[in-house]
């Protein structure tokens, strides 16, 4: 299958009027934060595939409705802190980032992280023994630990994830929160436990 994955930035070959026929075909949406809802809109009502998306650190997942209420974006599936079903897939969904300050916009504890995680382990273990991989794909906003983590406190890879990693071997990871032109200008590298990891960074099609 192929994946178009989006984050952090929104781009002109994406959000445009011929889109997505100026692209490949392709089979599921992942979007992985930083993302205003608005755009996440626009791209669930452009195509024809299952839109999946979690948030990023500065939660602008969001639209505004005519009271001026924020409510979550139409047409696509929230995945953070659930395992969803779509395109013949199983994915892991986590957003957010690593607490990096004292704001509690979009940031987590790992720990909290660590024992959701943990807390998974009766329904994905056996998957994990049958195929595996404890599920298909990990969407989330922050990098694992490795080639991808930032060099600054707040772009650090996520422990938590990297348990992930460990425990259930996703077949791929897409994350966001690293631009490409400020740190590793790497959009992939394979992890020690063998995980395609990979930025999603602006836009990027991904082969399954």
Request: proline share 7%; glycine share 10%.
């Amino acid at each position: 299958m192929r994946i178009l994955a989006l984050s952090d930035q929104i781009h002109p070959f994406i959000y445009q009027e011929r889109f997505p026929h100026n692209l490949p075909a392709f089979d599921l949406v992942l979007l992985a934060g930083d993302l205003p809802g608005s755009y996440i809109e626009f791209v669930a009502t452009k195509v024809r595939v299952p839109v999946v998306y979690v948030h990023g650190n500065h939660k602008e997942e969001y639209v505004q409705d005519y009271l001026g209420n924020l409510t979550p974006p139409g047409g696509a599936i929230k995945a953070h802190g659930r395992i969803v079903d779509v395109a013949g897939v199983r994915i892991a969904g986590w957003g957010g980032c690593p607490r990096y300050n004292d704001r509690d916009i979009g940031q987590y504890n790992e720990i909290d992280a660590q024992a959701r995680f943990l807390a998974w382990y009766p329904r994905l273990i056996h998957r994990r023994w049958r195929t595996g991989h404890g599920v298909d794909i990990l969407l989330s906003h922050a990098p694992p630990p490795g080639a991808h983590a930032g060099s600054d406190f707040a772009h650090r890879g996520s422990t938590a994830l990297g348990l992930f990693h460990r425990l259930y071997r996703p077949k791929i990871h897409v994350h966001g929160h690293i631009h490409l032109y400020e740190a590793q200008p790497r959009r992939e590298y394979t992890s020690p436990e063998g995980v395609r990891v990979i930025n999603a960074f602006e836009y990027t099609l991904i082969e399954l």
